[in-house]
């Protein structure tokens, strides 16, 4: 027998695609049967995201989200590749082995996507039920699972002595959390809705226990909250200075602080909008 090729030195973009290589071929056979019964939780069903260079598999919610029935029908939700992200700025999009930072990631689909795509993920999610549905989507596909860092928490602006809770904006949107903040601010009561009270903290905090290497790619939807955000998180810029920065800019304030913080920080202001105004900023 040969000995076979000699070990090579690699940096972490070349090990995460490695590792996704060695795992490509259990994920291209999916997660079905037993294993995807043991992975979804009550409520959950998976389903397929058509992304024609890296499919997979994701756990979505089984009613009552919008979100869920849009990906389940159409296999996407708002892009189908990183590359649209980065087309409404007429952007390159860094390499695999990059950093993509997921600021309120709901059940998840835009951090599955960029993982797949090789991407070390770092994905906000302060709702309880949505970071199940996370994980289950994680059980469906380990391959990306050691790239994948969930953190259970809201990036905003505390304030001494306030409470924050984040509730379901409608009854059939339920993975779409609005937060409240106040002194003992507390749910309402209605079973309709999810509620749940959250953990507040700044964006620039979290960045500071992480410590990561880098952050290239990122994507704030947190339903008008985006100002409180980017007020808390200055060293994103200062420190990091991401590549793409995507902001959800349909309302007009946050429009306009997303806006005031791209001239703040020479960042060029994309063309165009996705969907709810979804509006990009890439770096000079």
Not at 227 to 256: I, M, S, W
Request: net charge positive; glycine share 10%.
């Amino acid at each position: 027998r040969g000995r076979g090729p000699l070990p090579v030195k690699m940096g972490h973009g070349s090990r995460l695609l490695l590792a996704l290589a060695q795992g490509a071929a259990s994920a291209r056979a999916g997660c079905y049967g037993e294993c995807e019964r043991a992975c979804l939780g009550r409520g959950l069903v998976a389903v397929n995201v058509a992304n024609a260079s890296h499919p997979f598999r994701m756990a979505v919610y089984a009613r009552h989200d919008i979100v869920s029935h849009q990906i389940a029908v159409n296999g996407f939700w708002e892009i189908r590749s990183p590359r649209d992200l980065a087309a409404l700025a007429d952007a390159e999009l860094p390499p695999p082995g990059s950093t993509f930072l997921d600021i309120g990631a709901n059940m998840g689909y835009y951090s599955l996507l960029f993982a797949k795509a090789g991407f070390r993920v770092i994905a906000f999610e302060p709702l309880v039920h949505n970071r199940r549905a996370i994980e289950a989507s994680l059980c469906l596909n380990p391959d990306i699972k050691p790239f994948f860092q969930l953190m259970p928490v809201a990036a905003g602006r505390p304030e001494p002595g306030h409470t924050c809770v984040v509730e379901s904006s409608t009854v059939r949107n339920r993975g779409n959390g609005v937060m409240r903040c106040g002194p003992g601010e507390q749910c309402s009561g209605t079973r309709k809705k999810v509620c749940e009270e959250v953990r507040l903290t700044t964006l620039d905090q979290m960045l500071a226990e992480l410590s990561p290497s880098t952050v290239d790619v990122v994507k704030i939807d947190v339903e008008g909250a985006e100002c409180d955000v980017l007020g808390g998180g200055q060293t994103l810029f200062t420190r990091y200075r991401p590549k793409l920065v995507q902001a959800e800019c349909k309302e007009h304030h946050v429009n306009q602080c997303f806006l005031t913080e791209a001239r703040r920080h020479s960042y060029r202001v994309g063309a165009h909008r996705g969907h709810d105004d979804n509006t990009v900023i890439a770096s000079h």
